[in-house]
């Protein structure tokens, strides 16, 4: 079994002492963007596609980004 064999979706990175998924600040920027053009809920299918990601990973990003202003 060669590296091709493998699934492009990318694991999260996680900070193990907090727990909290780890975001760079264009995937942020990315999520602002997407939210203000497609709404909410397509925002999630789109930077799926996007980052290569499910959309349960990119939920759990969200998440951290939104908890990130409290």
Not at 25 to 30: I, L, P, S, T
Not at 32 to 51: F, N, P, Q, R, T
Request: charged share 30%; proline share 1%.
């Amino acid at each position: 079994m060669s590296g091709r064999d493998f699934s492009s979706v990318k694991l999260p990175k996680l900070n193990w002492e907090t727990g909290r998924i780890k975001y760079t600040a264009e995937q942020e920027e990315q999520y602002w963007d997407a939210k203000a053009k497609y709404g909410e809920d397509e925002c999630i299918h789109v930077l799926s596609d996007l980052w290569g990601s499910s959309t349960h990973q990119v939920k759990r990003i969200i998440e951290e980004i939104g908890n990130s202003w409290l």
